[in-house]
């Protein structure tokens, strides 16, 4: 379900850049706006119906839930969206699938645990796919600028998924969920106050605009899918849970990239989704323990 929630996500916000109604079309600043104000209510319900009874946060946690926020707000949601509006969406899609071999090496510097075999073959293969990915023109609108941006994306993604991993050792997941990414969108709604009138307008100027970010971009990806990635977190680890999303992100991202965008892949874009595809499938492999 995470997996083919975010994959909607590239290619519906490329839809919404494209489409002009009363002269006034999104953009990358006024569409992350338009997604972080809709779902407020429904994070707020979230975070009151499963709050931990008895149990105050440390200030330590405190920290932790704000800096989350903050990468939810300004990374995993703006910059994502600056990367759609500067590149092809089968590159958002295909780059996004190198985010849990980075996070394996995140993981191995932050816990200073070493990397065994399959990891550091999912990383090469990974790093070889992302440079097969930039290289090719994706649907003739990919770019280096947008590629670059979604490189940085995915090092928040990677920040921010360690940060949920310890506070999910405490509170449950809907909570650290409705918390970080509830306050990582009222952030964005404060800090673009100003667009907030013309994002709402916007969004209902036509049923079409509706459905893609109602239904697709706030309730898909911005609501169900980083719920059950939680979800999957505690119950398979972060790694894998991040890894199997992947899996349906490319592959709902790209149907979607070349059927409602008609973006086609080219050699080199196939021989990075390929690559990062083998790389997913070797971070699934268990993990061997050292030699004794």
Known sequence: MAGVGWGLLAPFSKLTFGIEANGVRFDASTLTVARAVWPLPVFALIVYLSRPRGTRPSRGELLEFSLAAVLVGF???????VAV???????????????PLALAA???????????????????????????????????????????????WIAVFAAYTIVTRRLLRTYSPPFVIAVTWGGGFALVALAGARYVPVSLAHTL???ELAGLVLAGIVAAAAVLAPAAHALSVRLAGVTVATAGSQYGVIATGLLLSHQLLGEALGAA??????????GLACTL????????
């Open 106 to 152: 995140v993981e191995a510097l932050a816990f200073r645990a070493p990397l065994d075999g399959p990891r550091r073959l999912a990383l090469a293969l990974g790093m070889a796919g992302v440079v097969c990915v930039a290289l090719a023109r994706g649907g003739g609108s990919g770019t280096l600028v947008g590629d670059a941006i979604m490189a940085l």
């Open 75 to 81: 990374g995993l949601n703006y910059l994502y969206q």
């Open 85 to 99: 509006q500067h590149t092809s969406a089968a590159h958002v899609v295909l780059l996004q699938g190198f985010a």
């Open 205 to 207: 100027a036509t049923p």
């Open 285 to 292: 492999l268990p993990a061997r323990s050292p030699a004794a």
């Open 269 to 278: 874009s196939i021989a990075g989704a390929t690559l990062l595809l083998l």
